[in-house]
């Protein structure tokens, strides 16, 4: 499923590009895997759309279930170098899960989703909070040191906004009624996102 926000400054990846990229991301995995190395690409293999920069996060999934996801919210570095450095972290260095191994290699689905700009989003109150936010949007939340972000995707399992919005409190390690209480500071983006 390919969701493409209004906001989103990379609206015109084409197929090839898009084939790249996970050919991109799933060659970075299968050459750590190997070689224990960051992979580098020919230049042939690098259109113009992948130096510019983004932000983005690679999700893998195994038999439909999540498997690691990695990610950079801002713009630091160049797409191709992006898809390798995440690619990688999330196949191998997700603290959730055990790095990936060489007989899970073919069984993996690769999901790239490229960001737009992350903007914060200003609200009054809780009530005001849910009717700015919807479903197309990935949101971070963020209160003193503690953040967190959910990509547009993650809205499929929750039934409804209360539950995102206590999820991803949790996940920043805060509490789950956090997000009624404590007026956190909430960003939101778009997503780019396709999948081998």
């Not at 926000?5 to 790249?20: Q, S, Y």
């Not at 809205?155 to 209480?181: G, P, T, Y």
Request: proline share 4%; with cysteine.
């Amino acid at each position: 499923m390919e969701t493409i926000g209004e906001n989103l400054d990379i609206t015109t990846v084409g197929e090839k590009d898009k084939r790249a990229l996970l050919t991109l991301a799933r060659n970075s995995i299968e050459w750590f895997a190997k070689y224990g190395e960051k992979y580098s690409p020919s230049e042939f293999e690098l259109s113009d759309m992948m130096y510019e920069r983004s932000g983005v996060f690679v999700t893998l999934m195994k038999a439909g279930q999540l498997r690691g996801c990695i990610g950079y919210i801002e713009p630091i570095k160049e797409i191709w170098t992006a898809v390798i450095d995440n690619s990688i972290n999330a196949a191998f260095y997700d603290p959730r899960f055990p790095p990936i191994k060489q007989h899970e290699l073919a069984s993996l689905s690769i999901e790239i989703s490229l960001l737009s700009d992350v903007k914060r989003l200003d609200y009054v109150d809780v009530n005001d909070l849910l009717a700015k936010i919807n479903r197309r949007m990935g949101l971070m939340i963020k209160k003193g040191m503690h953040s967190a972000t959910y990509l547009p995707e993650v809205w499929e399992q929750f039934k409804d906004k209360d539950d995102f919005l206590e999820s991803l409190c949790l996940k920043a390690s805060l509490h789950a009624e956090a997000w009624r209480n404590a007026h956190p500071d909430i960003s939101y983006y778009y997503t780019n996102t396709f999948k081998s």
